[in-house]
Nanobody
Framework: QVQLVESGGGLVQAGGSLRLSCAASQSISSFSIMGWYRQAPGNQRELVAHFTSGGTTNYADSVMGRFTISSDNAKNTVYLQMNSLKPEDTAVYYC???????????????WGQGTLVTVSS
């Protein structure tokens, strides 16, 4: 089971920026999908952004144009650059890694422990 360790969360004023990092204990190229989710108090966990091994990147509509997901395979690390932050971006952000079979079934999924992002107005 891969270990995912997030860092980079904190308190920032609205309009500010943060960069989250997710360090994996194994090669991130072994995963079919890697991404970021978030969960605000009282809300369900939701997808923020992810990319696939096939090169597809997806973003939630609410973060499109403000957040950018990227990776550094040499460091086995995935990043989430968050710009123009809004109070509604306040949440615990989780790193996620999935492995899919050739038929598209998820047979392995791992989560990090989460990092808290608080955006003040």
């Amino acid at each position: 089971q891969v270990q995912l360790v997030e860092s980079g969360g904190g308190l920032v004023q609205a309009g500010g920026s943060l960069r989250l990092s997710c360090a994996a204990s194994q090669s991130i190229s072994s995963f079919s999908i890697m991404g970021w989710y978030r969960q605000a108090p009282g809300n369900q966990r939701e997808l923020v952004a992810h990319f696939t091994s096939g090169g597809t990147t997806n973003y939630a509509d609410s973060v499109m144009g403000r957040f950018t997901i990227s990776s550094d395979n040499a460091k086995n690390t995935v990043y989430l650059q968050m710009n123009s932050l809004k109070p509604e971006d306040t949440a615990v952000y989780y790193c996620n890694a999935q492995k899919l079979s050739t038929l598209g079934y998820m047979y392995s999924e791992s989560w990090g422990q989460g990092t808290l992002v608080t955006v003040s107005s």
